[in-house]
């Protein structure tokens, strides 16, 4: 069992390689991430997720949540697993924290993105593909609606923002760690739609038929595009891949939805035809 340590600086070597984490090109070398927060660490640990080093602010014990056990007692059996534990002081711990909303605990767990063929999706289920995202809070946003309406996963297509951000982490409210997830190119997205049947139906400004007229049952990939530049080309010249687009009418100035706001209408969608038909 690892006894827990105390930290003081913000200058400690551990301080320091926690925070280099908060930077993209230090995740995808070392392969670890930081989860803020007890919920997202409670669920990081439901899922199985490898939990290397846990710090908590001086003034945290007390922390408790309603659906888990006291803190202490949850960093207890943690260490007896082996993973390293901290208390680090307020300046030590507001360098690792996310800006003002931390909670008092902060981990280091080891978590990467999957490639298409090691994620099983559920073929009778609709999935997201979102292609080009570049805002992790929509990132994430958008893998919390696919597990609160309940789709089969999320593939994330030539990103510009990684899932391992721990503002997705954040802001997927640990869903993250749960939810089937895979990240791929466009070019292997099209190429598995294909191999696996998957209708795709995208959601454009000029889509052909309103959101509520496609059939969003079952084995069908409901596709969104970049904030900024929208779908790529590559999805309506695909030969052999079964492609429609959607709209949602816009009735005010803006001429689109946010594009979590869009995967929301889009998924429970999904959940109202499911119901109606079941």
């Known amino acids: 069992m690892n006894e827990p340590e105390s930290i ?3 200058a400690n070597p ?7 984490l908060r930077d993209a090109e230090a995740r995808r070398v070392t392969g670890l991430t930081l989860v803020d927060g007890r919920r997202e660490l409670a669920r990081a640990e439901a899922a199985g997720a490898e939990f290397v080093e ?7 014990e007390a922390l408790r949540t309603a659906d888990a056990p006291p803190l202490r007692d949850w960093l207890a059996r943690l260490a007896a697993g082996g993973t390293r534990i901290a208390t680090l002081s307020n300046k030590a711990f507001d360098r690792i924290a996310f800006g003002n909303r931390n909670e008092g605990v902060v981990g280091v767990v080891r978590f990467g993105p999957r490639p298409l063929t090691d994620v099983a999706f559920d073929a009778d289920r609709p999935l997201l593909i979102i292609e080009g995202v570049e805002k992790p809070g929509n990132l994430g946003a958008i893998i919390r609606t696919a597990d ?4 089969g996963g999320v593939i994330v297509s030539n990103a510009r923002t990684d899932v391992t951000n721990p503002a ?12 089937p997830l895979a990240a791929a190119s466009t070019t292997d997205t ?3 739609c294909r191999r696996h049947a998957r209708r795709v139906v995208a959601a454009t400004p000029e889509g052909r038929q309103l959101w509520h007229e496609a059939d ?7 596709l969104l595009g970049s904030e900024a530049h929208g779908l790529s080309s590559a ?7 079964a492609f429609e687009t959607v709209r949602l009418p816009m009735h005010g100035l803006a001429d689109s939805l946010n594009l979590s706001a869009t995967a929301a209408v889009l998924a429970y969608e999904a959940v109202r035809q499911r119901h109606t038909h079941s």
């Open 168 to 179: 997705v982490i954040r802001a997927s409210l640990g869903t993250v760690f749960s939810m």
């Open 54 to 60: 846990v710090f908590v602010a001086i003034d945290a």
């Open 235 to 241: 999805w309506g010249s695909a030969a052999g891949l």
């Open 216 to 222: 969003l049952l079952g084995n069908v990939a409901i």
């Open 14 to 20: 551990r301080v320091k390689q926690a925070a280099a």
């Open 190 to 192: 099209i190429a598995w």
């Open 148 to 151: 609160a309406a309940g789709l």
């Open 8 to 10: 003081t600086s913000p």
